[in-house]
């Protein structure tokens, strides 16, 4: 009894190795949001993606901090926002509450991605962050939204496709986010564009009207790999294949 014989040993040393690598790969992720959140300028990360062109259709974006934004620029995507969702956050568990939502989209780590014409039409956006989440550094998305006339038309894909180039450049395990399952259109338009279930996601019985969805960092470079392989035509083809 109590004798700490060679298998015991191994055992401890085994569990002591795996309590240290766990706290390095913590560690590391937090260095990597830390300096992901320092960048001042997202741009050169992703430029070649900045341009979006679909025969006729030409949008230009521009990644800002909230800090940033244009008081007119952030009170459209407050209202787009709403257009969009209220609706879908009345029927489920949430409740529609826009001074909460307003709290979070003004919160001072909250990054945009902001689509438009080249006339100055406010057609999408995205509200991101660099953060830890269930100890993982992440691009997490907070939103993405699209005006009427941007839709089919591959803009919500374009914007995906940004957000995972800066995951990947910035060393994010994943772009993860929040879809509401009653939102069928949403939930399969993420999944075209290669987004699946998250580990993180919690048990249907416990939370019934959301669900996490991921796209990891590896998945987001084998996927530029094969648009790479692209012409410019079929590229544009390639990009209207989802919902937006």
């Known amino acids: 009894m109590g004798k700490n014989t060679a298998t015991t040993r191994n055992k401890n040393k085994e569990k002591r190795q795996a309590r240290k ?14 300096s992901a959140n320092k960048l001042t300028d997202l741009a050169p990360l992703c430029s070649e993606l900045l341009v979006y062109k679909n ?4 949008v230009e974006m521009y990644i800002q901090r909230v800090t940033e934004l244009e008081k ?34 003004t919160d001072d780590n909250a990054w945009y991605l ?25 691009l997490y998305c907070y939103e993405v939204q699209v005006e009427v006339d941007g ?10 496709c940004v957000l995972e180039r800066l ?20 939930a399969s338009f993420f999944r075209a564009c290669g987004y699946i279930l998250d580990a ?7 939370a019934a009207h959301y669900e996490i969805l991921s796209k990891t960092s ?11 392989d692209l012409s410019d035509g079929m590229k544009a083809v390639h990009m209207t294949g989802g919902q937006s």
């Not at 025969?55 to 030409?58: A, I, P, Y």
């Not at 902001?114 to 992440?138: C, Q, W, Y």
């Not at 994010?172 to 939102?183: D, E, I």
């Not at 998945?219 to 790479?228: G, I, L, N, V």
């Open 114 to 138: 902001i689509a438009k014409t080249n006339t100055g039409t406010l057609l999408a956006f995205s509200h991101f962050r660099f953060d830890m989440d269930f100890g993982e550094p992440v």
């Open 55 to 58: 025969n006729d259709f030409e």
């Open 72 to 105: 007119d620029v952030l009170d459209w995507t407050i209202g787009l926002t709403e257009r969009n969702m209220k609706k879908l956050y009345e029927t489920c568990a949430w409740g529609w509450n826009k001074e909460r939502k307003i709290e979070e989209m």
């Open 167 to 186: 995951a990947r450049s910035t060393q994010m395990r994943c772009v993860r986010l929040t879809a509401l399952t009653h939102n069928p259109s949403a």
């Open 200 to 206: 993180t996601s919690p048990p249907k019985e416990e």
């Open 218 to 228: 590896a998945e987001c470079t084998e996927d530029e790999k094969q648009d790479s």
């Open 151 to 160: 839709r089919r038309r591959g803009l919500g894909q374009r914007v995906l």
């Open 21 to 34: 690598l766990e706290q390095r790969r913590i560690a590391d992720g937090i260095s990597f949001v830390s």
